[in-house]
């Protein structure tokens, strides 16, 4: 069986705000736990449940768009469409990382903004986010 690490943390600098995101994975036999602190801070989480066809389907990324996945706020603005379309991403990522288990995500919410306004580079700071957890998972 392939070893993997407990533990990892990668932190990247978002140039265009200037802001310091550290990406931390703890990964357990039946459970990983994700932290995104955005300057440091982190006040949104997330139950992240892998559905049975995320679980069948694992790293096979064909059938990414159809894996169910529905976060649950645990902790947090319960109304922020942002942060749930960053929370379903996320779970396709770790769906798709040939490792699913079901995820708890805490993520700092301030730097997306409102969950009813649209800001020009939502979707660059989205990209941002999910290329630095396939750099947890080393996709």
Known sequence: MESHQFSKTVVSKYE???VEVEFHKVEFDDKVIINIKI???MDNTFDVPMSNKALMA???SRVESDLGIE???LVGDSGN?????VATQVGKVVATSGRPKNTILS??????GKGDESCEDDFTKLLFVLENVKKLYSI
Do not use: E, M, Y
């Open 81 to 85: 469409t942002k942060l749930q379309i």
């Open 107 to 112: 993520v700092g919410s301030r730097w997306f």
């Open 71 to 73: 976060p649950v706020v």
């Open 39 to 41: 300057d440091g801070a």
């Open 58 to 60: 694992a790293g096979d």
């Open 16 to 18: 265009r705000d200037n």
